[in-house]
């Protein structure tokens, strides 16, 4: 089930093995983000002491380790349905040096969860949209926490824009022209819900949303990989462009019409002067909402 994510679209409903690069990329490009949203919940924590904090879908790890950062005398426990994933959380706390710190549990948020001892912290970043029952979801939430303990959900507010309108080939809009496409395939998943009401229904009390622009520094965009391949060698931008088109392609490709799928094609491919790994007109646009609520 970020991050900050920095994660995108998430692994909660989504394949596994595909989705964790993507996560990882997110989490690259919209470090400067993450960091941002994690320094207004630790803020709002205002000094009190954090022991416990929980990271409910934390897909490749992103969130738990910005979280551990933040948190530096807390557990954290990471929670995610895949045992996929979950190897990764593991994998990168021991490349961190704490591994004794960072907790893993494999459950579905869907389902009965195990038996906690009280958080002082939840977190719960690009994976509610994807639940069957948001409501029972945050009861579960609210039951999981401390009295004054303190939760926070970020989603996004709509999908990030990478693609410059004019590409130089083909007609102008493509993108906004993808994501329309996408959209009967995604319908019965409501990707950019406002979690307000549900949180005060839950039981939640100082309800709060706040919004975040997405904009990495252009140091954060340019960093390059290295290889031989112009994959390997494609700035993080282009590798993380690259990666997101390569998921929306399938999902698209019925409600494009020939001109935009060849286009498509063309800045997909793994090499070429339109190809998305070799462009250094791409950006990063979108606004990501972060919610933090109180258990009373």
Known sequence: MTQPHAHSP????????????????????????????????RAA???QRTRRVLDLGAGTGTGTMALAERFPRADIYALDRSEQMLDLVRSKAFFRGIPERVHTVRADLDDVWPAFEPFDVAWASL???????????????LAALAPGGLLAVVEMDTRPFVLPDDLGLGTPGLEARIHTAVAPARAPMNLHPDWTDAL????FTDVA???FEIAPSPQALARFASGPTPGERASVLARYAHTSLLRLRDAAWPGLNQEDRDTLDILLAADGPHSLLNRGDLTVNGTRSLWLARRP
């Open 10 to 41: 998430q692994h909660y409903g989504h394949d596994h093995a595909g989705i964790a690069p993507l996560l990882d990329l997110d989490a690259e490009v919209l470090h400067e983000a993450l960091f941002a949203i994690t320094n207004t919940l």
């Open 45 to 47: 924590r205002d000094g």
């Open 127 to 141: 994976s509610l949209h994807e639940v069957a029952d948001p409501d029972r979801v945050f009861e579960n939430i």
């Open 200 to 203: 005060v229904r839950a039981g």
């Open 209 to 211: 949303r706040h919004r």
